[in-house]
């Protein structure tokens, strides 16, 4: 079964990321993801670029789903004023 603590490994292994944050139950899963890598990218880009990393976990059903945000650094900063 995979954990939260796995998903953000992953994340993190594959940008370089100023913040992650996973919850789940072992099936389903919400992650907050600050990273510069999502500059000039669309919300749906940036989903894309993190599906891919865990895209074996999907197909082999291990991971049912994740719900994403994706914030640059700046946006971020704007949400915390």
Do not use: W, Y
Request: charged content about 25%.
């Amino acid at each position: 079964m995979i954990e939260c603590e796995d998903i953000k490994k992953m994340i993190s292994g594959a940008f370089s990321c100023e913040e992650v944050a996973v919850e789940g139950d072992g099936r389903h899963f919400e992650a907050v993801v600050v990273s510069s890598a999502f500059e000039g990218k669309s919300r749906v880009a940036r989903q894309q670029m993190l599906n891919a990393v865990l895209k074996p976990h999907f197909d082999s059903g291990e991971l049912h789903a994740l719900s994403m945000k994706t914030l640059t650094p700046s946006e971020l900063k704007a949400l915390r004023g």
